[in-house]
């Protein structure tokens, strides 16, 4: 099965890598495994050892071709945009499998030598080793489904529905992987909103903000491994504030775990006021 690369630099200048010139695929290395690091603890009068987790390894991975039109120019191509101390995302597509990945460049190898055509070894580096999906799924609670559109004709006896609210609360995760991965959390008050929460019913887990919200205040909250934030966007004024202090005590960074949840948006008061949006990004171990 035919598969291939695209790589975007960080500015968003695309290469890609497939069976078909200039730049023909052929070895991927470190795309289908796993690799981690068993932590375990022995005593003095034990038998063997006591397992106490395992880290994930950061993931490693090679790109091995042929440059097979416009050598010169191609190979100061990959040069360039395969600069050194630089990131971008990688993306993988092979049958029905699409993933990506975000890296950082390690090495570009593209030796001289006779002929017209010119091989290539470009080694990247993945600090976070999970490959993730393309799109993220968005759960939305009590928020609202614009239906104000034109060409517009106003009945004078009917008058026009500007909108329509999501009056539910709650909303359904689905994570078909064995891995618990974040999200980021978007509360949003139309009026008076006293400590937003977002609940997993199943688990009893909780993160709550102490912070009162006015008409068009947000707080955006990140769960990823590598990114644990809570944010606040006055909405006059539309300055942000770092506010992880207000983070309530026995809060927790939601994650999703694996299998199905329920999460349940609220707040101490002015519940009717708060829109929520959860937003992830499925992720595999390898793929």
Not at 265 to 274: C, T, V, Y
Request: hydrophobic residues 35%; contains cysteine.
């Amino acid at each position: 099965m035919e598969r291939t690369l695209i790589y975007k630099d960080y500015k968003d200048r695309i290469v890609t890598f497939t069976y078909k010139p200039p730049f023909l695929l052929g070895i991927c290395d470190g795309f289908h495994e796993t690799a981690g690091t068993v932590n375990t603890v022995s005593s003095a009068y034990g038998v063997g050892t006591t397992w106490n987790g395992t880290s994930i390894d950061e993931r490693d991975l090679t790109i091995k071709g042929t440059i097979t039109e416009n050598v010169q120019e191609n190979r100061l191509l990959l040069f360039d945009i395969f600069s050194l101390n630089t990131q971008g995302t990688l993306y993988y597509y092979e049958g029905n499998i699409e993933r990506k990945i975000n890296c950082v460049v390690e090495s570009v190898s593209i030796p001289e030598k006779a002929g017209v055509t010119r091989n290539f070894t470009i080694s990247l580096k993945c600090p976070n080793p999970r490959f993730s999906a393309l799109a993220s799924t968005i759960l939305s609670m009590a928020t609202w489904a614009p239906a104000f559109k034109f060409p517009l004709k106003i009945s004078a006896d009917k008058g026009i529905k500007f909108g329509t609210k999501n009056t539910t609360s709650m909303e359904v995760a689905e994570n078909t992987t064995e891995i618990d991965y974040g999200m980021t959390i978007t509360f949003k008050a139309n009026d008076n909103v006293t400590n937003p929460y977002l609940l997993n019913v199943d688990t009893r887990d909780i993160i709550q903000i102490e912070k009162i919200m006015s008409a068009g205040d947000k707080i955006i909250i990140t769960t990823h491994i590598d990114n644990k934030n809570v944010v606040f966007i006055d909405g006059k004024t539309g300055q942000e504030e770092n506010i992880n202090y207000l983070i309530m005590y026995g809060s927790k960074y939601l994650q999703i775990p694996s299998g199905t949840s329920t999460f349940r948006s609220g707040a101490d008061s002015g519940e009717d006021n708060l829109e929520t949006t959860v937003e992830f990004l499925p992720e595999y171990e390898a793929v």
